[in-house]
């Protein structure tokens, strides 16, 4: 069974700072798709950016970037400039085609005036 | 831009009533999905639909859930005699299903369900 593990419960930056966000999965698919959600206080479940795992590139979203190692079965949400408005938990998700989304345990983000 | 819309978005019911929980997928969307997260806890999968027929399920998603997409924009979940540990929030999300940029699921915002 796929496992997505996200090792950091909390994590806090100043604003205007950067910080990263790990996720590491498991799988012997080899094409698969990634993704970081965004859970602010409203519990609402907003797509922030998408990896396809076909692709070597790293995804980029404005401020947001990933850094998808394959090989290592990693994948980590970069957030350059924070901004208060980030604040909120960040989940990572692993899916294999037709398939469900499974996700982490979620990272909780304080961003720091 | 489209998204899902979700009914209600709070629902306080008894224990052992009937509840349904109403979804409006993206309207070109192929997939739908009904995901819960009780609080505190990551997002769980109950259910995925296609061509007006479950096409996976997990076990939470026992005998007292049921899906249902009575018309061509409704997708519905029904759980038929709740019990206390069905307190969650319950996610419909759906995507188009072409290759790439339709593996995306969308959510919705989401039905706060509280069984006393």
């Known amino acids: 069974a796929q496992t997505v593990t996200q090792s950091q419960p909390e994590m806090s930056v100043q604003e205007a700072e950067t910080v990263t966000l790990s996720c590491t999965y498991d799988?012997?698919?080899?094409?698969?798709?990634l993704f970081w959600y965004k859970q602010p206080p409203s519990r609402q479940m907003i797509l922030v950016i998408r990896?396809?795992?076909?692709?070597?590139q790293n995804a980029t979203e404005n401020r947001f970037s990933v850094n998808f190692q394959k090989a290592a079965k990693s994948f980590s949400l970069k957030i350059s400039d924070s901004q208060l408005g980030d604040a909120a938990m960040y989940f990572c998700?692993?899916?294999?085609?037709?398939?469900?989304?499974?996700f982490g345990t979620g990272t909780r983000l304080t961003i720091i005036p | 831009e489209p998204e899902v819309t979700q009914t209600p978005s709070h629902q306080v019911t008894q224990m052992g009533q009937e509840v349904i929980l109403r979804c409006v997928p993206i309207?070109?969307?192929?997939?739908f999905y009904w995901y819960r997260q009780i609080l505190g806890q990551k997002v769980e999968f109950l259910v995925s639909?296609?061509?007006?027929?479950?096409?996976?399920k997990s076990e939470i998603f026992d005998d007292q859930f049921s899906v249902e997409r009575p018309d061509g924009s409704n997708f519905t979940l029904k759980i038929r005699s709740t019990k206390l540990e069905d307190s969650a929030m319950y996610f419909c999300?759906?995507?188009?299903?072409?290759?790439?940029?339709?593996?995306?699921?969308?959510f919705g915002p989401g039905t706060r369900l509280l069984v006393l």
């Open positions: 999300a759906s995507r188009s299903g072409s290759r790439g940029l339709g593996e995306t699921q969308y």
């Open positions: 799988t012997s698919e080899s094409d698969y798709y």
């Open positions: 990896q396809e795992a076909y692709k070597q």
């Open positions: 998700a692993y899916k294999v085609g037709n398939e469900k989304l499974t």
């Open positions: 309207s070109n969307h192929l997939y």
């Open positions: 639909f296609y061509n007006n027929e479950i096409s996976e």
